[in-house]
C-alpha cells in the first residue's frame, strides 16, 4: 500500500458520519484536547505507562468524558473497544519530529514507532490531526472541502464532456473506416486525464464522509461505464507483439507524468505502434469491441465469436445478416439486432454532433 492509499484509508477511518468521528467532533467541540492511539498491538503496549485498564465498548461520549484527563487513550484496531485510559505514552525521544506542542510530538513518535494510526486533538488550534507512519494529515473544515470538492466535480464534468465529444468523433470515423493514431491516442489521452481528476474528487468524497452522499452519487453517474469504454477501447487498438493484460496497459498510461501524458509519442510506444511522430497520421482498424459492446443483445461470448471470425468492425459492418448467421452461436435473432444496433447507433452519435 503506497502512502496515498495510507492516507485515504486513515481519512475515511474518521470520516464524518463514523461513531470515531462523533467523539472526536465532541471533544473539539468542547475545547478540549486528546491522544488517541488505535490499536493496542505489542508495540503500543511496550510504550504505556500508567493510566488505568478499561476494556469497556467504545461510544462518542464515553471518549469525551475520558478526554477530559491529560493522559492517552487506547482504542482497539476497529475503535469498538476503548482498553485503556489516562495512560502516558512513552516513545523513543530520538525518532525526529518538527512538531513543537508535547501531545503532537508524542503522537508523532508513537505513528512512526509503531506503525499506529495516532489521533491528536489540539485544543488551543482546534483542529484534529491524524498520524501514520511518517504521514502526517489534518482535517479541514468541512464546509472549505465541500466547496473545493464541488469545483472539482465542475472540472470532472468538462473533462467527461470533452472526452465524451473525442469518442464521438472516433465512433463516427470508424463507421466510416477512416480511423488515424491521433484519434485513438487521443481518446486514451482524455480517458486518463478523467480518471485522474476523478482521484482528487474520490479523496474529498471520502473526507465528507456522510456529508458527501449526493456528490458521490454525482461522481458515480459521471463515471458509469467509463472503465469498460476504456477497456475495449485498448482491446481494440493494442498492437504490441508482446500480448498484455489491458490492465498492465492501463497501469502503464497511469504512470505516465502530466508532460508525458500530453506527448501522443508516449502513448502510442504503450499500445504497440512505436513514438514516431509520423505514426499519429498512420490509418488503423479497430477490432470492433467498443462498438459492439454498446449492442445490448451481445455478450462478450458474441463480441469474440464475431471478431474471431471477421478480424476488423469493417468487415462485421459490411456483412449482412445471413452471412453473420453462419458463425456458429450467431443465431438470426442476434444477428438482426446487430445489425439494426449498429444503424441505430451510427445515426445517434450523427445526430448527437449536429
Known amino acids: 500500500m503506497d502512502e496515498k492509499e495510507k492516507l485515504l484509508e486513515i481519512i475515511s477511518f474518521v470520516s464524518p458520519g463514523t461513531e470515531i468521528r462523533k467523539g472526536l467532533d465532541n471533544i473539539l467541540d468542547a475545547g478540549k484536547g486528546a491522544l488517541i492511539v488505535v490499536g493496542n498491538s505489542e508495540s503500543v503496549q511496550s510504550l504505556i505507562d500508567g493510566g488505568f485498564y478499561i476494556n469497556c465498548d467504545y461510544n462518542p461520549q464515553k471518549i469525551y468524558e475520558l478526554s477530559k484527563m491529560d493522559g492517552a487513550i487506547i482504542l482497539d484496531e476497529n475503535t469498538n473497544k476503548i482498553i485503556y485510559a489516562n495512560v502516558q505514552m512513552q516513545p523513543n525521544p530520538k525518532i525526529e519530529t518538527n512538531e513543537s506542542g508535547t501531545r503532537h510530538r508524542t503522537a508523532e513518535r508513537v505513528a512512526k514507532q509503531t506503525g499506529n494510526f495516532v489521533i491528536s486533538i489540539s485544543e488551543k488550534r482546534k483542529r484534529i490531526t ?167 443483445r451481445l455478450t462478450r461470448k458474441d463480441i469474440d465469436l464475431l471478431i474471431d471470425e471477421y478480424k476488423e468492425l469493417s468487415y462485421i459492418i459490411e456483412s449482412d445478416a445471413e452471412e453473420l448467421t453462419e458463425i456458429k452461436g450467431i443465431t438470426k435473432f442476434k444477428a438482426k439486432a446487430l445489425k439494426n444496433g449498429l444503424k441505430r447507433l451510427k445515426m445517434t452519435v450523427l445526430l448527437d454532433k449536429k
Not at 465512433?171 to 493514431?181: G, H, Q, W, Y
Open 130 to 296: 491524524l498520524y501514520k507512519d511518517n504521514i502526517k494529515y489534518i482535517l479541514r473544515n468541512i464546509n472549505d472541502i465541500m466547496i473545493e470538492a464541488n469545483q472539482a466535480i465542475k472540472t470532472l464534468e468538462r473533462y467527461k464532456a470533452v472526452l465524451d465529444n473525442a469518442l464521438a468523433n472516433l465512433t463516427i470515423l470508424e463507421f466510416d473506416d477512416l480511423v488515424s493514431l491521433y484519434e485513438v491516442a487521443l481518446c486514451i489521452q482524455r480517458f486518463e486525464m478523467l480518471f485522474r481528476i476523478s482521484n482528487e474528487v474520490k479523496r474529498y468524497i471520502i473526507e465528507l464522509g456522510a456529508e458527501g452522499r449526493l456528490l458521490n452519487m454525482q461522481f458515480e453517474e459521471l463515471l458509469i461505464g467509463a472503465e469498460n469504454e476504456l477497456n475495449y477501447l485498448i482491446e481494440d487498438y493494442y498492437n504490441d507483439k508482446e500480448v498484455k493484460d489491458v490492465k498492465e496497459v492501463i497501469a502503464e498510461c497511469h504512470e505516465l507524468n502530466q508532460e508525458e501524458l500530453l506527448d501522443f509519442g508516449k502513448i502510442t510506444q504503450i499500445i504497440g505502434y512505436g513514438r514516431a511522430y509520423s505514426t499519429l497520421d498512420k490509418k488503423v482498424m479497430p477490432k470492433g469491441y467498443r462498438i459492439l459492446g454498446k449492442i445490448l
